[in-house]
């Protein structure tokens, strides 16, 4: 559908098309008309469906330049997403001159009180920051007039909701409050309704992501045999981009320490990074210098990287819907792509249930050999080496060049050439990744299918756990709070049986 028949001004549709796009995507043509129209909405849409729009267009649309207070709030869970959202609202509301500012843990708080003077009508942050300037004054939500959770289950769910509770405390009772997300589980949704009025719900089925657009494979393979398995699969499939998602921060540094020794461009992305680091392996990833970014899911989240074009799932998720959102960091915007995920043979419940959810089988995928692998290195490094030959003058090496050539056919010597291009002698580099604790056995049984059982069942999310959590915040860092403390809880508790190291070894099949 048009954006010109949504009911936006044409000073926003200018933006829009100046912003290159032309159609509205199905979650903008269901939300902007009710969302304009003032209603509470709760959106559901999958990732990289163009929900930051969906919300940032009515927002922009209602934005009174006369009024210097902050006329919209909009909550995430991560700095990159905050920073990811305000650049595109501010580039959206460029032609009609709206102010938007982002504020969010882990940096300079004085710069930011420097920003805020400029009067923002729309402001975006992280919730503990968000917090940190409310506390301090620098900032005053009292004309707020539309309030966003974006990423709202992820919001509502873990550590968050008491600093989202108190946030909201600071808006006018009357207000619009808006929800999107990729998922909304029952429970998550039931508190969320908590702070709206009367709200209409938008769902688009994710249907067409994961059933048509990615090729979805899964490898059955034991724990002490993965890191070889996954190698050995990026080796055949040469992947020009691609996200490998680990449980924990650990492994994901292990992870991405591993590939590097095995010769591949990665790189790690976690919450302990600092804001440059995660920027810098950010903007590598985005222009290829590195192929490979392993990620946990909470840092992964939401990220808009494009030509993603493999996902390999280290570590199965425990959650289902996680699933969705990781195999949709790639087959954006009608591309297709291929995603792996390897399961330890104890994990297959895990499978079924991720089958159930997205209901699609996934395809078997024998482990690669060695022999494969290297094959699929040396065919990777061939144009690799066509572009040395180009780049090389032989002039500037006449004479070793000669003696090289005397003693050695063409053959022999492009050989040797390839093998090192396509670092053959990495391949068996030892890596040790440290075990983690296995997933707990998931029942099978009544419960298949349903998720959301599972999730109460093994205690870590739903009802009670949020009072836990809410415990946690309080003997926790408050003041210091950095936007990524709920990541850390997670990434801690899975961590909780590991430690024990283990020596990982290559064999030769
Ligand atoms: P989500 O929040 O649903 O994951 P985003 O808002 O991050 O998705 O949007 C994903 C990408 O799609 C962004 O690069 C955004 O600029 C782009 N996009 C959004 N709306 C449209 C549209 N109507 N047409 C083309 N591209 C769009
Ligand atoms: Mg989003």
Redesign the pocket.
Known sequence: MKFSELGLSQEILDAISA???????P??EKTIPLTLAGKDVIGQ?????????AFGLPILEHIDLNNPNIQAVIISPTRELAI?TAD?LSKLGHDKHVNVQVVFGGSDIRRQIQNLKSHPQILVGTPGRLLDHINRRTVKLDHVKTLVLDEADEMLNMGFLDDIEAIIAKTPAVRQTLL?S?TMPAPIKRIGLQFMTDPETVKIEAKQLTTDLVDQYFVRVRENEKFDAMTRIIDVQAPSLGIVFARTKRRVEELARGLEARGYKAAGLHGDLTQQMRSRVLGQFKSHEINLLVATDVAAR?L?VKDVSHVYNYDIPQDPESYVHRIGRTG??GATGTSVTFVAPNEMDYLRAIEDLTKKRMTPLKPATLAEARLGKIKAATGEVSQLVKSVDVADMQTQVDELTQQYSAQELAAALLADVAGLDKQNAPVEISRERPLPRRRGGGNRGGYRGHRNGNGRRGGGGYRGRSNDRRDGNRGGYNGRGRQDRRDHRSNGGGGKRREFTVREK
């Open positions: 912003h290159g796009y032309e159609e509205a995507t979650i903008q849409a999958q990732t990289g469906t163009g929900k930051t729009a990811q595109e999107f990729a939401g808009d954006r915007a």
